[in-house]
């Protein structure tokens, strides 16, 4: 009974290559998102989803493009990989609350997808 | 764009002692400030949070947080080396109309060990 799920867990694969990755998530939360984990780990939002409304990171490449099929799920594909596209690929989702002063989000997150693109 | 920044560290602190962390962050007008713990080769997960100017302590947590100063902290009391990991401080880039957060800005994470 996993919260957020990804699969595959690792991906290797050839430059120029299309690849999918994806997210389910069981926890009934209304937005989803999509971080990339680089060799530094820097931790950074690509895209994040809520109730069909898509927020894209000006500095992602259009070569990725989420796709929701429904709330509990938001995959992530990407198109002519490249070498610089290695790294961890998280998902995650959250239920957020915004009372008189104070915002919260907590974002729960998936184990991460390994890219390798050789 | 916000920003939010951290030293990477490695910072060293010995069992039982307490681990202080620090975060900067530029945007005046940030509300809700979170500390993300991550151990290698897994995901992150949130372990406090804090809005309000002040300290707010969890266990052997304490966030502290100056909006003058636009200063984030984390205190860790008697450290032990499970807390060994990348601390991420993260902030709230903006939210939907609708609800909902519009991910968050993380700063690069400082590298703690706690040294038995």
């Known amino acids: 009974d996993t919260a957020v799920s990804q699969t595959p867990k690792y991906l290797v694969t050839q430059m120029g290559n299309d690849k999918s990755i994806k997210c389910e998530q069981n926890l009934g939360h209304d937005t989803m998102y999509w971080y990339k984990q680089d060799s530094k780990k820097f931790l950074k939002i690509m895209f994040s989803y809520n109730n069909k409304e898509l927020i894209i990171n000006e500095t992602v490449p259009n070569r990725f493009s989420p796709k929701s099929p429904d709330k509990a799920h938001l995959n992530l594909h990407i198109n002519s990989l490249e070498l610089g596209d290695s790294a961890v690929y998280f998902c995650a989702s959250s239920q957020d609350s915004v009372t008189s002063g104070s915002s919260y989000n907590e974002q729960f997150f998936g184990p991460g997808t390994r890219l390798t693109v050789l | ?116």
């Not at chain 2, 030293?7 to 500390?35: H, K, M």
């Not at chain 2, 804090?50 to 984390?74: C, H, M, P, W």
Request: charged share 15%.
């Open chain 2, 1 to 116: 764009q916000k920003e939010v920044e951290q030293n990477s560290g490695p910072l060293s602190v010995p069992e039982g002692a307490i681990a202080s962390l620090n975060c900067t962050y530029s945007d005046r007008g940030s509300q809700s400030f979170f500390w993300y713990r991550q151990y290698s080769g897994k995901s992150p997960e949130l372990i406090m949070f804090i809005y309000s100017n002040g300290d707010k302590e969890d266990g052997r947590f304490t966030a502290q947080l100056n909006k003058a100063s636009q200063y984030v902290s984390l205190l860790i009391r008697d450290s032990q080396p499970s807390d060994s990991a990348t601390y991420l401080c993260a902030v709230i880039n903006g939210w939907y109309s609708g609800g909902g957060a519009d991910g968050l800005t993380f700063g690069k994470g400082t590298h703690l060990i706690i040294q038995p």
